[in-house]
């Protein structure tokens, strides 16, 4: 319960920390790893900059969201000097009471024809 | 990317360091996704985006810090509120004082070009400025040709008759060229111009904009409203903005001037106009004072009797602040900024006390790795805090006393009231506090962040007594006392010279008094006779009033009007210097004089059956018989004074007229039915004065009614009782000596807290050795001296720093001082002993706890 309590604590996420999160969903990922699959998730819409990233990176290590990760991938695809960064506990369940709170913002709003339908 | 790596830089080093690298990998890694223009083109899109990054992660960690700090902090609020405090109180007066000294004595006068505007007087042997008459004035204007304008005007009392009840008004009659000259611009409808200026045109008139907002409710259908002044009817034409204050700040209207009426012109002794001009691009003062001077040695040629020893003179407008006001403010503003050099010295040793017994915990964390950077931005932010603490409680004291401040301007200034703070001396204050915090809380913390190892944890054990720091704070000390004292000095010699000034017999009994300022309207009353039946159906009414002992009107009270000089002939006394006689005039009822209270020495005061057909007499003053009459008896003796030539009937006792402080001229008292229809208009008696015993509310209702039953039409202006005439006389000088007061024991206050903070701080710091001692047997005695004997020390210094502070300044001060020797002993003693008792508090505290160190415990410590 109390990961969810402190999850909650933390909404509504800045958007920037929202993509990040999800960004790390697959695993861990270096920076400009995840400059790239935010660029490719949302067809170039949400474009970060690496100044607005790692000011999120940072927030978000002080915020327990992330964590430094000593896991490396194979050696081949390493490229050693690069830090990676993984999504926690305390992450994911933030990512998902995110979602939540979206969601229930937008069935309010399809209740009111205001949102497309379900396709 | 040597671009990139430059602008990198602008991020705070902490993030440099941790994200720097990678930051750069991952621009690089785009860039290398590129080719030609589109590489080029994320050029320009990289260089924005990273300065906005830079400010933004400037801005996290600057909130950070200030988060921090505040949280550190909050851990010692008796320190933060005593920083704050000090602050503010330090602002805030200085701020408040400044503002009202910068528009009376620093900025130039709100005119075009102000110092070329200049008046010009008459002036003869014991006068340096009279006005002129308007012959004179006809006869410069004509001649001179320094001046590219010129203008006269006057003041004269008016009952404006508009929308609610009739007004008493000081209005000023003037030429038309005074608006252009002073470049001012109407705010609505027109000025006066020329064409209003001329005998017979239609009446206009200019409102002010205090009047117009309040007679007319700002509303701009005035402009062309009918009025009645003095029961003939004017059209108002126009209002002027705000600040327009000439002649003064309170003027409420003005009306053209129209000088050529009537026979006046032959009399060159009717001094009334005063007198505006701008000088010719080129010409200087003292070649327009020339040419002046030749002109009013032709007019004594051609004129001698009146004109033989009169001259002219051409002075500043800008130096019309009188001396007096110019010192109460310059006293003011030394005392705030000495008030402000306390706040400064006692804010240093409170952060600089704070930073050494933060030693052992910057140490600390130094040694656990905290970057020197991150420890300076620390204390930095705290600073800031505090400086921000402090400035806003500044500025909130500032709003509070401008009011205050703003009453010291005096309304006769042609300069208008302080509005507004003045924002550069808020920024100058709040600058310097800030400056004081930096300098002694970052400043040792940045030495000590130089050498963040085991030497400063072991030396922070020990006392810090003899170090340089500790001089530093000593001195500290000093100041603060000696300011402190000095401002007692100052306050004390002050308030000596107030209470002599207070002491002044002013010639009269203010008390039980009540005068009501009841004009009669002209032309009704133009005849002597209507008015003297007025007068006679008021007093009779009032006179029957019970409690009522005297009643009577007369032309002016004592201290509101200080003029009304005029030439005495053909009266006994040989001429003293070439100074012609000269006395105040003054048309009085019977009853007048019983009621101001004016002892009667000889004869009799004025009396009903000093009518018109009766021989025509006068109440002179003591002064006017010794003057004129010497060891002679001077009943019986007529002399000539103003179309009159009296009999003396009676002596009374000398009137201060001019105020407590000044000598005035001899008074003549001359009987108000005895002067012709039209003649003396200035001089009719409109003081409706009463002494009485009992209620004076009850009285001025029943004065009021008695008042409006002889004439439902007759203004009534003001309401007062002499004492409050005579309270508002020495009222600056009060005001001023209250405010001096106020900073000196805001400054013995903040003296005490320093000496207190210093004292605490050296008694922690050698605790040890006191516990040591009282294990070696020192008595309580001897360990109270050790204490006392340090705080004494200081004080004494700063009692001598204080005295010679106060005494410098009090020479300064002499004009004001009335008399006062800046050696007065009592004042000097009571200042030293504020100065040794103030000691003695803030050293007790801190004795106390020497006293209870405990040697056990304390060895046991180290």
């Known amino acids: 319960m109390t990961i969810e309590r402190d999850a909650a604590a933390l909404l509504p996420l800045p958007e920037v920390t929202f ?101 | 990317m040597r671009l990139h790596r430059l602008l990198l830089l602008l991020f705070p080093a902490a ?178 111009d020329a064409a209003d200026d001329v005998v017979g045109a239609p009446g206009v008139l200019l409102l002010s904009h205090a009047l117009w907002v309040r007679e007319f409710g700002a509303d701009p259908a005035a402009i062309g409203a009918q009025v009645r002044l003095d029961d003939e009817p004017f059209t108002i034409v126009g209002v002027l903005p705000p600040a327009f204050s000439y002649p003064t700040r309170d003027t409420p209207l003005w009306v053209p001037l129209r000088l050529g009426t009537g026979g006046s012109f032959d009399d060159r002794e009717n001094h009334y106009l005063w007198t505006l001009a701008r000088l010719r691009p080129g010409v200087s003062h003292e070649q327009a004072q020339a040419e002046m001077d030749v002109i009013a040695a032709r007019l004594a040629a051609a004129y001698p009797e009146p004109m033989a020893r009169k001259g002219v003179s051409v002075r500043a407008l800008a130096d019309e602040v009188p001396v007096q006001a110019r010192q109460l403010l310059l006293g003011l503003a030394a005392a705030a900024g000495l008030v402000l050099l306390v706040a400064c010295a006692n804010l ?21 790795g905290a970057g020197r950077e991150r420890l300076l931005r620390q204390i930095l932010a705290e600073s800031l805090l505090l400086a921000a603490c402090g400035g806003l409680g500044g500025l909130a004291l500032a709003a509070a006393l401008l009011p205050v401040a703003a009453s010291l301007v005096p309304t006769l200034l042609p300069v208008p009231a302080p509005v507004a703070l ?88 203010a008390r039980g008094t009540l005068a009501l300022q009841t004009p009669p309207p002209f032309p009704r009353y133009a005849e002597v006779g209507r008015r003297e039946a007025l007068y006679a159906s008021v007093l009779d009414d009032v006179r029957a009033r019970p409690g009522v002992t005297a009643a009577g009107y007369g032309s002016f009270l004592p201290m509101t009007m200080r003029g009304g000089v005029w030439p005495v002939r053909e009266a006994g006394g040989a001429a003293q210097d070439g100074e012609r006689p000269t006395a105040l005039l003054r048309l009085v009822t019977p009853g007048f004089l019983e009621a101001l209270g004016v002892p009667l020495q000889r004869g009799r005061t004025i009396a009903r059956e000093d009518v018109r057909e009766a021989q025509a007499v006068a109440v002179v003053s003591e002064s006017f018989a010794l003057r004129h009459w010497p060891g002679q008896d001077p009943l019986g003796r007529s002399f000539a004074i103003a179309f009159s030539e009296p009999v003396v009937v009676g002596v009374v006792g000398d009137v201060r007229v001019r105020g407590l402080e000044r000598e005035s001229e001899p008074q003549v008292y001359l009987s108000s039915a005895q002067v012709a229809d039209g003649s003396l208009v200035f ?180």
């Open chain 2, 422 to 509: 003045d924002l550069r001396v808020l920024a100058l204050g709040a600058g310097l506090t800030l400056v004081t915090g930096l300098g002694f809380g970052v400043l040792p913390a940045l030495r000590l962040g130089a050498r963040p190892d085991l030497r400063t944890l072991r030396e922070t054990s020990q006392t810090s007594r003899g170090s340089s720091r500790a001089g530093v704070r000593q001195a500290l000390v000093v100041a603060e006392v000696g300011a402190a004292v000095a401002l007692m000095f100052a306050g004390g010699l002050l308030h000596a010279a107030l209470q002599r000034v207070e002491a002044v017999d002013p010639g009269f009994e």
């Open chain 2, 683 to 862: 001089y009719v008696p409109k003081e409706l004065l009463i002494r009485f015993e009992g209620n004076p509310a009850a009285l001025a209702t029943a004065a009021r009614a008695a008042v409006h039953r002889a004439d439902p039409d007759l203004p009534i202006a003001e309401v007062r009782g002499l004492d409050d005439i005579v309270a508002a006389d020495s009222g600056q000088r009060r005001l001023q000596a209250q405010m001096i007061a106020a900073f000196g024991a805001l400054a013995v206050l903040l003296a005490a807290v320093g000496l207190h903070g210093l004292l605490a701080f050296t008694v922690t710091q050698r605790l040890p050795e006191f516990g040591l001692r009282r294990a070696l047997g020192a008595s309580s005695c001897q360990l109270l001296q050790l204490v006392l004997g340090d705080g004494l020390r200081l004080a004494m210094l700063g009692c001598v720093v204080g005295a010679l502070l106060g005494w410098g300044a009090s020479r300064v001060l002499e004009s004001l001082l009335f008399g006062v020797p800046p050696s007065e002993p009592t004042v000097a003693l009571v200042a030293f002993a504020v100065g040794i008792g103030m000691t003695l508090a803030g050293s007790l505290g801190p004795a106390l706890r020497a006293l209870r160190a405990d040697p056990l415990l304390v060895l046991r410590a180290d």
């Open chain 2, 15 to 192: 993030f440099r360091a941790e994200y720097g690298a990678e930051l750069l990998r991952d621009l690089a890694a785009r860039h290398r996704e590129r080719e030609g223009l589109a590489r080029a083109a994320l050029l320009v899109h990289d260089v924005p985006e990273l300065l906005l990054d830079a400010i933004a992660a400037q801005w996290d960690v600057l909130t950070q810090d200030l988060r921090q700090a505040r949280r550190s902090l909050r851990r010692q609020p008796g320190f933060c509120a005593a920083v704050v405090t000090v602050a503010a109180l330090g602002i805030g007066a200085n701020t408040a004082v400044f503002s009202a000294l910068d528009r009376t004595l620093l900025r130039p006068l709100p005119y075009p070009e102000p110092d070329r505007l200049v008046r010009l007087f008459e002036r003869e042997p014991g006068y340096g400025r009279l006005e002129t008459s308007p012959a004179n004035y006809r006869d410069w204007k004509a001649q001179v040709g320094s001046f590219t304008s010129i203008a006269a005007h006057h003041t004269q009392w008016v009952n404006l008759v508009g929308r609610g009840e009739p007004q008493r008004l000081a209005a000023t009659a003037t030429e038309a060229a005074l608006f252009p000259m002073l470049g001012v611009e109407p705010l609505l409808g027109r000025l006066i």
């Open chain 2, 348 to 368: 240093a040793n409170l952060l600089l006390a704070r930073t050494l017994s933060r030693v052992r915990e910057l140490s600390v964390r130094a040694a656990l």
């Open chain 1, 19 to 119: 993509h990040v999160l999800v960004a790390l969903a697959d695993g861990e990922r270096h920076g400009y790893a995840i400059l790239q699959d935010v660029e490719a998730r949302t067809d170039g819409a949400v474009r970060l900059s690496a100044g607005t990233l790692y000011r999120a990176i940072h927030r978000m290590l002080e915020q327990g969201l992330v964590v430094e990760s000593d896991d490396r991938p194979a050696r081949s695809e390493d490229d050693e000097r690069r830090r990676y960064y993984r999504i926690t506990v305390l992450g994911a369940a933030a990512v998902r009471a995110e979602s939540a709170r979206l969601s229930r913002l937008v069935e309010l709003a399809r209740a009111k024809g205001l949102a497309p339908r379900r396709s």
